[in-house]
């Protein structure tokens, strides 16, 4: 067993991240309309897990917080499975402190008000009055003692991409945004087309496999600590 | 090969069904508000999987509709993807005719008139104004030619379930109401407790695993026609 975990982390490569840990969210949230709807992004999970797995290829210790996927979790990560955004912010909060912060999961910018029995299908459809979630991002990437000295944000994008990125970057505190553009059929695929904006500008990078996406971002970030 | 179905034919009983055709749905149905989020409908699907797989063992040709759930297709059915409770509607109405339809689908009474652009997070939450969909049950349940002879709806229910069922099956001219009391936690489990409601009143079922629902729904159905 010694030489097999030697043979593995040969292969895995230099164990650039050991001792460092990183917090990754990843999945979409559910946002509980009643006991039978909810409100929900579409996301399946894998670029947040092929992120989670790299790092952990890397040696550094990952908690992957995430939300309703069908996805078997990475070797070398600790998962926290949760559903809704407010679930997700706290178990982010929980895992504090971290050196990186990865938020790739779609979280749900809003909820509703959620009923506690099933609405019921009289007359005119309800109002679904919609009410913000916590800033995941934002709250993580808030200047303070317990910020990880890398926060990475996702932004999924159908238009101007890199503008949208650029700007959020600078909004959420950010010190990277990984623009994802949605506008094909990116979902539960495989392969993905991202844009790396940092402060030093926009990094075009070519369509790739969201594994492949997760390995050259990991190594970015250990190139950044 | 003709010795293996012969016994697997032997095994699986009577072929009660022979030259019938049965309608499933099943799952829930997802919603589009914009190309991220969706509206969606907690169900595993594992119910209606599970009353299509026993009625093909009864040797009912079965054409399964099927939301977006993560199931094998059961032996013996032809299954056919949806996602939203227009494209459920469309692909029912293409199967007919049939002699069975078992609607058992969380189908979404409501949808959002959907964007084209995935909405931004900028001030005051959007409001979501909700459509109402088309009533599946109640339209294969219509009086006319294209009826077929047996309507089974199921109906989750969080309170009065007995009731509420009842009125149910009057309203949408359904033959039988399978009533699900989802007030514990049956979403996603393998136990089911139901109540069958029929023209004759209401059957309290005990507690039973969802395969042994869809086995005794299947032998009904197969008294019933």
Redesign the interface.
């Known amino acids: 067993d010694a030489i097999v975990a030697a043979i593995a982390q040969a292969l895995a490569g230099p164990q650039r991240l050991a001792g460092r840990h990183a917090i990754v969210t990843a999945g979409p949230t ?1 946002e509980a ?1 009643d ?8 996301s399946s999970g894998k670029q947040g897990y092929a992120v989670a797995g790299a790092l952990a290829a890397l040696g550094c210790r990952v908690t992957l917080v995430s939300g309703p996927v ?1 996805l078997p979790t990475p070797a070398g990560c600790d998962r926290v499975d949760v559903v809704s955004a407010r679930d997700m912010a706290a178990a982010v909060e929980s895992a504090l402190p971290a050196d990186i912060a990865v938020m790739v999961a ?1 979280v ?3 909820r509703v008000e959620a009923a506690g ?3 019921k ?1 009289k007359g005119a ?8 979630n916590p800033d995941i991002l934002a709250g993580i990437a808030a200047p303070g003692p317990r910020r990880p000295r890398l926060v990475v944000g996702f932004a ?4 101007t991409t890199r503008e949208h990125a650029q700007a959020k970057r600078v909004r959420k505190n950010a010190d990277w945004i990984v623009a994802n553009d ?2 094909g059929d990116v979902f539960g695929g495989d392969a993905n087309l991202v844009h790396l904006v940092t402060g030093s500008g926009v990094e075009d990078w070519p369509p790739l496999p969201k594994a492949e996406v997760a390995r050259r971002l990991a190594a970015r970030i250990a190139d950044a600590l």
């Open positions: 559910h309309i006991p039978v709807r909810y409100l929900a992004n579409r069908a779609a749900a910018d809003w029995a099933k609405l299908k459809p309800p109002a679904l009055t919609l009410v913000e999924a994008e159908t238009e949605v506008s």
